[in-house]
């Protein structure tokens, strides 16, 4: 089943590609590879959540900033098929880089990531590699950003 199939079948409608805030493009592709800068939890236009992922009153829940991630992901893939034309040209995701803005004492980093990784497993049925890296503070105050690696046919 095809990428974009599976999309569908998950009721996955991919968003428009979000804009720059900064000087850089969403994508690039290189040879067989697309680089994606680090995408935000961005969704029609807007930041849906700032501050800080931890466990605490004044902090993004884990479990929210998981979510994020996914959207994260998920504004990836559309910097991507906007450079391919189709997601169906992606022989795999390779990397996975995700930036958590934390609280010092949290280390929950890689359940955060695992939601940009999650859903790329549905869309792509292969795991890869990834890093999950805690940090102080992200641009927009985003909780996270996710970055993506794909290979192309």
Do not use: W
Request: aromatic share 4%; with cysteine.
């Amino acid at each position: 089943m095809s990428a974009e199939q599976r999309l569908a079948d998950l009721g996955i409608e991919l968003p428009d590609v979000v804009p720059p805030v900064a000087s850089y493009v969403p994508a690039v592709r290189s040879g067989q590879y697309v680089y994606t800068s680090g995408q935000l939890p961005m969704a029609e236009g807007a930041l849906r959540a700032t501050g800080k992922v931890g466990d605490g009153d004044d902090l993004v829940d884990p479990a929210r900033a998981k979510d994020l991630a996914r959207t994260c992901a998920l504004n990836a893939l559309a910097a991507v098929r906007s450079l391919t034309g189709s997601l169906d040209t992606v022989t795999r995701v390779v990397k996975v880089v995700g930036f958590v803005a934390s609280d010092p004492s949290f280390t929950g980093q890689p359940g955060v990531i695992n939601g940009a990784s999650d859903v790329l497993g549905e869309v792509f049925g292969e795991p890869h590699a990834r890093s999950a890296v805690g940090v102080a503070v992200l641009p927009l105050d985003a909780p996270v950003e996710v970055e993506i690696v794909v290979e192309l046919a």
